[in-house]
């Protein structure tokens, strides 16, 4: 056998060593740990976050409440490095309640949260990201590096926790 040959099949293998790795990194990925009411609003309240709805309710099968039931744990944890990172009060007005736009990375599957607007969160937000422009809808994006999108809009911040 020739040492080009001996490479060639050499380099197929790890190349496909390579492609499993990537796909089963992917699909580990794709997984997520979901928390409870209770876990999330313990976490989410010891790092000073706080939650308001207009109906003054938890419950996820009410859109006029604030429910974290079933929010990704990673979208709770990346809520307490914005407190973290900014500095800046938060207020939840938008968890995983019903009444929000559906897809994957939606409300009701625990990716997003809604913030209301203060000072602090839209000067930290928009100096600290990249503007990205209008969303479909008209809205403005920014877009950290770690590829979370912040949605302003009018009356609250739309997050998208990837």
Known sequence: MRVHQVLSRAAIGTAAIAATLLFATAGEASAVTKLSQSAAASQLGAAGITHSSSGGCTTRSNSTCTSYEQINTSTVNQAITLRNSSGCAINITGGTEVGHASGTYSHYNGYKIDISHNACNDNYIKNSFSYIGLRGDGYPQ??????????????????TYF
């Open 142 to 159: 920014w877009k950290s590096a770690a590829g979370n999108l912040y949605c302003d809009e009018g009356n609250h911040w739309d997050i």
